[in-house]
T-cell receptor, first 111, second 116 residues
Framework: AQSVAQPEDQVNVAEGNPLTVKCTYSVSGNPYLFWYVQYPNRGLQFLLKYITGDNLVKGSYGFEAEFNKSQTSFHLKKPSALVSDSALYFCAVLTARQLTFGSGTQLTVLP | GAGVSQSPRYKVTKRGQDVALRCDPISGHVSLYWYRQALGQGPEFLTYFNYEAQQDKSGLPNDRFSAERPEGSISTLTIQRTEQRDSAMYRC??????????????FGPGTRLTVT
């Protein structure tokens, strides 16, 4: 069965510093991987996806993620964090049309 | 353009009552998904449709839960004889392609269900 792990419940970073939100996955076959962001009282917003091709994928709002097959990881990154990036981030893997989500990482960017 | 909409946004009901949650997908999206999200957790899959056909209902927790999409657009998730453990955020998502080759799913704001 597929699974996603987000080992950090909370990540704090200073504004302007680079940020990383970690994700590892377990799936048979080729992984289809996603990052979503959830702001308070709003739905999940799609950020980016890895399906195939270049291991570094770029998404919305300056976010990017690096797919590493040997480490089964798909970490979310941004070179310079903004206070407005503070939100709950979810990593997910798609199998048989179902998204399986991690438990989420609360990112707080401190001014 | 308009995104996925869900109604009601909040629903408080008494144990034992039936509830119906509505989802209106993005126009033109042929696939529709239902997820349930407990507090502090990621969403969990319940069921999905291609057009009006329910393709997978393996995530529905028991036979009190059912879903339909009779005209291939709006969907209703119904929970009969609600129990307190049904309290959660219910999220709907849609995606464009029947074959899944656009992959990403777009989520609505959710319905917060509280069973008292």
């Amino acid at each position: 069965a597929q699974s996603v792990a987000q080992p950090e419940d909370q990540v704090n970073v200073a504004e302007g510093n680079p940020l990383t939100v970690k994700c590892t996955y377990s799936v048979s076959g080729n992984p289809y991987l996603f990052w979503y962001v959830q702001y308070p009282n709003r739905g999940l917003q799609f950020l980016l996806k890895y399906i195939t091709g270049d291991n570094l994928v770029k998404g919305s709002y300056g976010f990017e993620a690096e797919f590493n097959k040997s480490q089964t990881s798909f970490h979310l990154k941004k070179p310079s964090a903004l206070v407005s990036d503070s939100a709950l981030y979810f990593c997910a893997v798609l199998t048989a049309r179902q998204l399986t989500f991690g438990s989420g990482t609360q990112l707080t960017v401190l001014p | 353009g308009a995104g996925v909409s869900q109604s009601p946004r909040y629903k408080v009901t008494k144990r034992g009552q039936d509830v119906a949650l509505r989802c209106d997908p993005i126009s033109g999206h042929v696939s529709l998904y239902w997820y349930r999200q407990a507090l502090g957790q990621g969403p969990e899959f319940l069921t999905y449709f291609n057009y009006e056909a329910q393709q997978d209902k393996s995530g529905l927790p028991n036979d009190r839960f059912s879903a339909e999409r009779p005209e291939g657009s709006i969907s209703t998730l119904t929970i009969q004889r609600t129990e307190q453990r049904d309290s959660a955020m219910y999220r709907c998502a849609s995606s464009f392609s029947r074959t899944g080759n656009t992959y990403e799913q777009y989520f609505g704001p959710g319905t917060r269900l509280t069973v008292t």
